[in-house]
């Protein structure tokens, strides 16, 4: 295992900028038809140049969630747009997913007697960010949230699963029906809805250049399969391709103290949207603040989701004791696991959690889960002493029958004990996880340059944009971020396409 070596010093660093979520598919009765509606559609197949026109309404560059958002509102908006990925598949960052969706006061929620408002989610959000959230940002975010979960389940990805996630105080986060990682689940949907409606995406399709004249935005240069360039026209641009987690260069650039952590993001991260949209002239905003998250596997650089936590997880050192609320927000469950004589930590939990979060199955498949038929056996597994981690156990499963954590304070994740054999344990650490800096943007996703002018034509969203999460993300804000400002990008680049088009046809 990859141990992180830091100093007090940089402990310190890493409190203050490591910072909050990037699990789950379908009840058998209502779903089928809609599983398999979802089912192999990400078995998507390339498209030919001899397809490639010349311009479209709108370009879209990136296709993980926010790009195919963006571009499912603007067609049924009536515009043409294409969208251009440089990797060989679509998906992004948004395949890796975990944990779910955050939204306030859905149908979802209100079926399942949560009680949840639009103000709630803002404080909480805010809180995590330490208060330095645009609050602008955060208020469409919020509000628009329940308008996306039903979005989604209109197009059939259906997101009726609900669990906590670090920071919140009810259960917002959503999650597929059986409980299953939300990444792959919406990367489908998503893209069966692009091909029902027949937009182009263009994989292996690197765009190198946003072009403009006159300081308005009017097209692209691509790169198709490292070997062929054109250059597309277009009236709006939409940069949709995530943030700079896998660069640890420019990681390493904003912040020193992260280097020798592993990243949990995708090979295609690499902050290419955000060095276009410099060259153009825009405004960046927050890019010192990269959060790590507090469960990789290191040696996978696989991200365990915090819905293992949120369904009723606990967290022990070596020694076998908890150390933390382990729903604390990621910046504060991370610095905690680093504080630790040794630098790692263990998820413990039971079959029940297991039952519960179906993304398991997944890490035990994969060599990542330790198993014990008691919890003597597991303490062995782990090689910490059995008694403290049998105390422990019995400490906690009390508090869970008190509803008071007497040692931590936590207050979710408590409506199951950890009493359910067979016994696991994955070995954890904290790896790279999210950018929260970016281009600045308003709520129309319109790019800033930096004296605050709106650069026309261009529009920025997801992890390419900065400002929403502040210092810290909230676990669950990510998905619900790529959709809510994804499907806004779309919006307003098609309404400047369409008044555009008006004023060429009264000329």
Known sequence: MKKIMLSAVSLVSVMMLA????????????????????????EHTKLSLDELKDSYDMVIVGAGGGGMAAAIQAKDMGMNPVIFEKMPVAGGNTVKASAGMNASGTKFQKEAGIEDTNDLFFEETLKGGKGTNDQDLLRHFVDSSSDAIDWLDGMGITLNNLTTTGGMSVKRT?????????????????????????????????????????????GVKVTFD??????????????????????LDMVTEYNKDLEGFVTTNQAGSQGDGVKMIEKLGGATVDMKEIQIHPTVEQETSFLITEA??????????????????????????SAAIIGLDQPYAYLVFDAGVKERVKAI?????????????????LAKEMNVDVKTLEGTMDTWNKAVADKKDA???????????????????IKIAPG?????????????????????????????????????????????????????????????????VQELNKEEAAA
């Open 19 to 42: 910072t909050g979520c990037k699990g789950d598919t379908p009840k058998e009765e209502k779903k089928e038809e809609k599983t398999e509606a979802v089912s192999g559609a990400s």
């Open 174 to 218: 959503h999650r597929p029906e059986d409980g299953s990682a939300v990444g792959q689940y919406l990367v489908d949907g998503l893209l069966r809805n692009v091909k029902e409606r027949e937009i182009p995406l263009f994989t292996d399709a690197d765009v190198k250049e946003i072009t403009e004249s006159n300081g308005i935005v009017n």
């Open 226 to 247: 490292n070997k062929e360039d054109r250059t597309i026209k277009t009236d709006a641009v939409i940069v949709a391709t995530g943030g700079f987690g896998a660069n």
């Open 308 to 333: 293992v936590r949120g369904e009723g997880s606990i967290l022990v050192s070596q020694e076998g004791k908890r150390f933390v609320n382990e729903l604390e927000t990621r910046d504060n469950v």
């Open 361 to 377: 199955d997944f890490y035990e498949k994969s060599g990542l889960v330790k198993k014990g038929e008691s919890l003597a056996d």
């Open 407 to 425: 040692e931590f304070d936590r207050t979710t994740g408590m409506d199951h004990d950890l009493s359910k054999g067979p016994f696991y344990a």
């Open 432 to 496: 790279i996880h999210h950018t929260m800096g970016g281009a600045k943007i308003n709520a129309k996703t319109e790019v800033f340059t930096e004296d605050g002018k709106v650069i026309p034509g261009l529009f920025a969203a997801g992890e390419a944009s900065g400002g929403l999460h502040g210092q810290n993300r909230i676990g669950g804000n990510a998905v619900a971020d790529i959709i809510i400002y994804g499907r806004e990008s779309g919006k307003q680049a098609a309404e400047l």
